[in-house]
T-cell receptor, first 113, second 113 residues
């Protein structure tokens, strides 16, 4: 089944404790992206990747890192999480950057205390 | 400033009634336009998209949207709503020449029996 998977689905952590949220897609998509969703703000793009080893900042990249060493994986790294990073995170992928539907993962609910 | 606006935060509609969700954008050139739906606890699913051509676009689940250049709008419609249409709906755009998908704040639809 074609899908985008994220792990973990739920995570509660403490301020400053490094964490990684994994994202994997099995559709051979070139483009992958991370979003955060906050009430009243819709989804905002954190980082995106046009292809392997090519990443760029979205609208809200501060406090996040990404890497794209393999085509299928695009992990999101929070080196030192803070409470303002408490949010719902979505990974998405599409065949190319433009003109193609983005497929979304199920989301990761992160709480930073 | 470039933006995508969904004027209605919350809409309540009776089952069987028609539904229209508004979306306005502010970009120099007509961007690529999308509507996504997010059911409770789920990821996002693409309903329909507009790139060019016929201004009335048909999507999945019985939805359609009409692009109006003169009004910078891309409103979503459904003639007869089902209880399963209760969800949050997001309008999104990709500006020409860009790769980033920008979302509106979303409209929550409640369906009453």
């Amino acid at each position: 089944e074609a899908q985008v998977t994220q792990n973990p689905r739920y995570l509660i952590t403490v301020t400053g404790k490094k964490l990684t949220v994994t994202c994997s897609q099995n559709m051979n998509h070139e483009y992958m992206s991370w979003y955060r969703q906050d009430p009243g703000l819709g989804l905002r793009q954190i980082y995106y990747s046009m292809n392997v080893e090519v990443t760029d900042k979205g609208d809200v990249p501060e406090g996040y890192k990404v890497s794209r060493k393999e085509k299928r994986n695009f992990p999101l790294i929070l080196e030192s999480p803070s409470p303002n990073q408490t949010s719902l995170y979505f990974c998405a992928s599409s065949l190319r950057a433009v003109g193609y539907e983005q497929y979304f993962g199920p989301g990761t609910r992160l709480t930073v205390t | 400033a470039q933006s995508v606006t969904q004027p209605d935060i919350h809409i309540t509609v009776s089952e069987g009634a028609s539904l229209e969700l508004r979306c306005n954008y502010s970009y120099g050139a007509t961007p690529y336009l999308f509507w996504y739906v997010q059911s409770p606890g789920q990821g996002l699913q693409l309903l329909l998209k507009y790139f060019s051509g016929d201004t009335l676009v048909q999507g999945i689940k019985g939805f359609e949207a009409e692009f109006k250049r003169s009004q910078s709008s891309f409103n979503l419609r459904k003639p007869s709503v089902h209880w399963s249409d209760a969800a949050e709906y997001f309008c999104a755009v990709v500006p020409l020449g860009d790769y980033k998908l920008s979302f509106g704040a979303g409209t929550t639809v409640t369906v009453r029996a």
